[in-house]
Structure formats: structure tokens, C-alpha cells
């Protein structure tokens, strides 16, 4: 049970790495924070909570709250290897105590770092940049294509989100209904409506339709003499719930980009480096490889690390072409996080766990999707799930306000869960790779309740 499985967190004595910091008991005041907490400006997922919860520490799957209370984190898929994982405290602490400082000389741990990315990707792939973020990856990945072809113009796929940066965030048209990033967004974006078979005009259409159209708009760009520098897309959108692009989508659109001299960019930041169970599920199973892979989040746990991979030509024609520095990104505390991480999640094997519990999981909420109606789908694969809630299984009308309502009921129930997609209706399952099948069981059980119980 639920209970049983917040005992044995609490029980269990390992989880707090010795010597950093000692288990949460009344750590800080919720309340004087709170009230505080105009000095912040993030967007903090408070709008779920009827009482947002202090975070004071984490451990594996688990964080703490100001309290003393232990939570399930459903929505960490930043923290890969779990929360407070010692062997990465002691690597970090270590090269802290050795040297960390700018980007502008070698550092064993960088040459280290950047070799070990490399290999995880198709030969042709052997050019690393390390950056601090998705959304730098993102917006230096369009730049290469820019770059490469001395052309401004850029693809996107609607309902996907890149990045915040001016770039990245102009890339990102899940927030085309905000008329001021409308109003800003550079010409030369253009964008195909997302292959999403659940909902508007796509609704029930084959799959190749999706691919034909982007194809014909790839075509039609050309032909007005804007042809596409790069053309970016997720293989499974993060940020639209889980919902994977139909075989065969980028063999087709990346054919049509590459015939203009485009370069096709594979937006691996928030699904990729093994949380579906591949190190780069997407575009492996979509059979293409790309000209340009963005990498962040899982890939330094938490830690500031993004990465664009590229072939050294396209990188070589960057250097002939701008100026590039960033001061921390590539540091060698970065770049030690991201060959911790690597070890841990071969170690530990937790792709095949992201591979193995995603599967049960994704079994236990398409059972009691068969119970509860209002679960319309499950989308998704490995540990990257989204279950959709509509009001109306025929009509798909999405169930938002309900969504919210689960997430404040769910929390209330020691479970940190968040909406996704752009009508905010899909629950965003992507916990820590190390989750365990009793905190799946936990899940699934806070879950049900809810929606037995009302919210
Ligand atoms: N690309 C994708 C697919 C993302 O989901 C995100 C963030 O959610 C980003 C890029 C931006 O990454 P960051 O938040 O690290 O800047």
C-alpha cells in the first residue's frame, strides 16, 4: 500500500548521504518561506496546489517537504539517477576540491566526458559542444544549420517545446496562443501542425498523411525561396504527453530537408539518453540519424549540462562562422557529473529499469484506464508516460480543470504529479530512472483512489 511503501522510505537509513546534510525534520519554516516567496520568479507549479509544498531534500524517487513528509516524484526526469546519489555527491565534491574554472583550456574530465557521449551516438555523430541547458543546446543547434547553409529559415513542429531562450522559445509553438510571442516570433519560423492522431484536424487520419504534409510544406518553402536550414523535432513529444511521431515521419521530412541542404535536428533533451529505454529512442526507432542531436537534462541529473553532437564538418563551418564561448558550459565539474551519471546509469542498469518498470506501469494505468473513464489514453513508453483525461471519450474533450484538481488531490496523498500538453490535461509521468515497482504500485494506487474518491 501506499502507506507501507512511505514506511519503508522513512525506515530505510541509507538514503541520506552521510555528512551532507542530516534527514528532514522541520528543516525550515513552510509557512515564513512562503510568505517569502515574492522575491522568486519561476514558474513554480503552484497553480496545482491549493498549499504548495517546501522541498527541503530528496533521496532516489522520494523528496522531502519542509515537514518531515516523504513524496513520490512522478516529474523529475532532470534528476535521472535519483535524488542525493552519493557516488555523484562524492565525484562532484571531489573535483570541486580539484579544479573547476572556465571552458578556455583542456581538462582531462571534458576530453573524458565528451568521448563517452560521442560513442553513444551513430559514428557519424563525433563533435561535441557542451553547453548549460536544453534550451542553449536547442538555440546553438539552429545556428549550426543556419551556419552550414548561410540561410536563416527553421521548421518546427507545432505543440513542441525547445527551450526558453529567444531562439529555442520561437521554435516552440505550444505557446502560439500568447499574441506577444507571436508578435516577436522571427519570420523565418515555420512550423507543421503536430502529427497528434488524438486530437483536431488530424483526428483518426493514417499516419503518412502527417509525414506527406510536412513534406509538401518543406517543398512549398523552397519553392518560395525560403528553403529550411534545419528542421527540429522530438521523436515523442515531451511536453504534448508522450505522443510519438508515426513511423516513417522524420525518413521522410529529413529526405525533403536534406534535398535543399537543410540539416535535420534531433531534440533529445527531455526524452532521450535512456528514459524510454534506448539511449535515444526516438530517432533509433524512427530508423534515421540525424545531422545534429540536443542532449540536457537526464544526461547531468540536475545539474547545468546540455550538449549539441554534430558531425565535425558542421561543426567546423560554426567555427569559421561565429564566435563561441560559454564560460561554465564544458566546465570540468560539468563534464564530471555527466561521466558519473554515464557510469551510474550503466552500473545500475537503469535504462533496462526505465525500460522494464515504464512497461509495468504503463500495463497498471492502461487497467485502470479500463475502470475509470475519465483516462481516455495512455500515452507513451518506458518511464516517460502520460495518461489523458477527457471528459468525453468520442468527442476528446480534454478534462483540464479536472487534471489540476487530480494533481492537488494526488499531493495531498504524498504523490508530486504535473499537467502537460497544451490543454494541460495530460498527467506527465517521467520520474527518476531509478523508480522502483512499489513506487509504480504506489502510483497507480494514489491514482485510483483519486479518481474512486472524486478530486
Ligand atoms: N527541448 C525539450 C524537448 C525540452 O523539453 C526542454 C525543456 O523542457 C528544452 C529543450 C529546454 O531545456 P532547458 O529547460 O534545460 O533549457
Request: aromatic share 10%.
Given at each position: 500500500s501506499l502507506a507501507a511503501a512511505w514506511r519503508a522510505v522513512v525506515a530505510d537509513p541509507t538514503p541520506f548521504v552521510t555528512g551532507i546534510a542530516e534527514p528532514a525534520e522541520k528543516s525550515a519554516d513552510a509557512a515564513s518561506l512562503l510568505s517569502r516567496r515574492d522575491a522568486v520568479f519561476a514558474d513554480v507549479q503552484e497553480h496545482y496546489f491549493a498549499d504548495p509544498p517546501v522541498f527541503v531534500r530528496g533521496w532516489r524517487e522520494h523528496l522531502v517537504d519542509a515537514d518531515g513528509r516523504v513524496y513520490l516524484d512522478?516529474?523529475?526526469?532532470?534528476t535521472s539517477v535519483g535524488h542525493a546519489h552519493p557516488r555523484l555527491v562524492a565525484a562532484v565534491a571531489r573535483q570541486w576540491s580539484l579544479l573547476n574554472t572556465n571552458s578556455r583550456f583542456h581538462y582531462p574530465a571534458v576530453v573524458e566526458f565528451s568521448e563517452r557521449l560521442a560513442a553513444l551516438l551513430p559514428e557519424s555523430l563525433d563533435t561535441v559542444f557542451l553547453v548549460n541547458s536544453g534550451s542553449e543546446a536547442v538555440d546553438l543547434a539552429l545556428r549550426l544549420a543556419q551556419a552550414w547553409t548561410g540561410r536563416p529559415d527553421l521548421l518546427a513542429v507545432q505543440e513542441a517545446y525547445h527551450g526558453w531562450t529567444y531562439l529555442s522559445d520561437a521554435v516552440?509553438?505550444?505557446?502560439?496562443?500568447n499574441p506577444a510571442a507571436l508578435e516577436t516570433r522571427p519570420p523565418f519560423i515555420h512550423t507543421v501542425p503536430a502529427p497528434n492522431p488524438f486530437r483536431g484536424a488530424h483526428r483518426g487520419n493514417k499516419a503518412r498523411r502527417y509525414a506527406d504534409e510536412a513534406v509538401a510544406e518543406v517543398h512549398r518553402l523552397a519553392e518560395e525561396g525560403t528553403p529550411v536550414a534545419g528542421f527540429i523535432a522530438e521523436a515523442l513529444f515531451g511536453n504534448g504527453g508522450g505522443i510519438a511521431l508515426p513511423d516513417g515521419y522524420l525518413a521522410a521530412v529529413y529526405d525533403a530537408v536534406r534535398a535543399y541542404g537543410g540539416l535535420a535536428i534531433a531534440d533529445e533533451v527531455q526524452v532521450g539518453y535512456g528514459r524510454l529505454g534506448e539511449w535515444f529512442w526516438g530517432f533509433e526507432q524512427q530508423g534515421v540519424v540525424p545531422d545534429v542531436v540536443t542532449v540536457a537534462k537526464s544526461m547531468g541529473s540536475g545539474h547545468p549540462l546540455g550538449a549539441v553532437v554534430t558531425t565535425r564538418a558542421v561543426a567546423e563551418r560554426y567555427r569559421t562562422g561565429g564566435y563561441f564561448f560559454s564560460s561554465a558550459g564544458g566546465s570540468p565539474v560539468s563534464s564530471v557529473v555527466g561521466t558519473t551519471v554515464l557510469d551510474i546509469l550503466r552500473d545500475e542498469d537503469l535504462q533496462g529499469n526505465a525500460r522494464d518498470t515504464g512497461a509495468y506501469l504503463k500495463m497498471r494505468l492502461q487497467e485502470l484506464a479500463e475502470r475509470h473513464p475519465l483516462i481516455g489514453a495512455v500515452h507513451g513508453f518506458g518511464l516517460y508516460l502520460g495518461p489523458e483525461f477527457v471528459r468525453?471519450?468520442?468527442?476528446?474533450?480534454?478534462?483540464t480543470a479536472e487534471t489540476a484538481a487530480i494533481c492537488d488531490r494526488l499531493r495531498d496523498l504524498g504523490v508530486v504529479a504535473q499537467p502537460t500538453g497544451d490543454h494541460q490535461n495530460i498527467l506527465k509521468i517521467k520520474p527518476p530512472?531509478?523508480?522502483s515497482r512499489d513506487s509504480a504500485d504506489a502510483l497507480v494506487a494514489a491514482l485510483d483512489r483519486v479518481l474512486t474518491t472524486g478530486w
Amino acid at each position: 500500500s501506499l502507506a507501507a511503501a512511505w514506511r519503508a522510505v522513512v525506515a530505510d537509513p541509507t538514503p541520506f548521504v552521510t555528512g551532507i546534510a542530516e534527514p528532514a525534520e522541520k528543516s525550515a519554516d513552510a509557512a515564513s518561506l512562503l510568505s517569502r516567496r515574492d522575491a522568486v520568479f519561476a514558474d513554480v507549479q503552484e497553480h496545482y496546489f491549493a498549499d504548495p509544498p517546501v522541498f527541503v531534500r530528496g533521496w532516489r524517487e522520494h523528496l522531502v517537504d519542509a515537514d518531515g513528509r516523504v513524496y513520490l516524484d512522478t516529474l523529475n526526469n532532470v534528476t535521472s539517477v535519483g535524488h542525493a546519489h552519493p557516488r555523484l555527491v562524492a565525484a562532484v565534491a571531489r573535483q570541486w576540491s580539484l579544479l573547476n574554472t572556465n571552458s578556455r583550456f583542456h581538462y582531462p574530465a571534458v576530453v573524458e566526458f565528451s568521448e563517452r557521449l560521442a560513442a553513444l551516438l551513430p559514428e557519424s555523430l563525433d563533435t561535441v559542444f557542451l553547453v548549460n541547458s536544453g534550451s542553449e543546446a536547442v538555440d546553438l543547434a539552429l545556428r549550426l544549420a543556419q551556419a552550414w547553409t548561410g540561410r536563416p529559415d527553421l521548421l518546427a513542429v507545432q505543440e513542441a517545446y525547445h527551450g526558453w531562450t529567444y531562439l529555442s522559445d520561437a521554435v516552440s509553438t505550444s505557446v502560439a496562443d500568447n499574441p506577444a510571442a507571436l508578435e516577436t516570433r522571427p519570420p523565418f519560423i515555420h512550423t507543421v501542425p503536430a502529427p497528434n492522431p488524438f486530437r483536431g484536424a488530424h483526428r483518426g487520419n493514417k499516419a503518412r498523411r502527417y509525414a506527406d504534409e510536412a513534406v509538401a510544406e518543406v517543398h512549398r518553402l523552397a519553392e518560395e525561396g525560403t528553403p529550411v536550414a534545419g528542421f527540429i523535432a522530438e521523436a515523442l513529444f515531451g511536453n504534448g504527453g508522450g505522443i510519438a511521431l508515426p513511423d516513417g515521419y522524420l525518413a521522410a521530412v529529413y529526405d525533403a530537408v536534406r534535398a535543399y541542404g537543410g540539416l535535420a535536428i534531433a531534440d533529445e533533451v527531455q526524452v532521450g539518453y535512456g528514459r524510454l529505454g534506448e539511449w535515444f529512442w526516438g530517432f533509433e526507432q524512427q530508423g534515421v540519424v540525424p545531422d545534429v542531436v540536443t542532449v540536457a537534462k537526464s544526461m547531468g541529473s540536475g545539474h547545468p549540462l546540455g550538449a549539441v553532437v554534430t558531425t565535425r564538418a558542421v561543426a567546423e563551418r560554426y567555427r569559421t562562422g561565429g564566435y563561441f564561448f560559454s564560460s561554465a558550459g564544458g566546465s570540468p565539474v560539468s563534464s564530471v557529473v555527466g561521466t558519473t551519471v554515464l557510469d551510474i546509469l550503466r552500473d545500475e542498469d537503469l535504462q533496462g529499469n526505465a525500460r522494464d518498470t515504464g512497461a509495468y506501469l504503463k500495463m497498471r494505468l492502461q487497467e485502470l484506464a479500463e475502470r475509470h473513464p475519465l483516462i481516455g489514453a495512455v500515452h507513451g513508453f518506458g518511464l516517460y508516460l502520460g495518461p489523458e483525461f477527457v471528459r468525453d471519450r468520442e468527442t476528446w474533450e480534454p478534462a483540464t480543470a479536472e487534471t489540476a484538481a487530480i494533481c492537488d488531490r494526488l499531493r495531498d496523498l504524498g504523490v508530486v504529479a504535473q499537467p502537460t500538453g497544451d490543454h494541460q490535461n495530460i498527467l506527465k509521468i517521467k520520474p527518476p530512472m531509478c523508480f522502483s515497482r512499489d513506487s509504480a504500485d504506489a502510483l497507480v494506487a494514489a491514482l485510483d483512489r483519486v479518481l474512486t474518491t472524486g478530486w
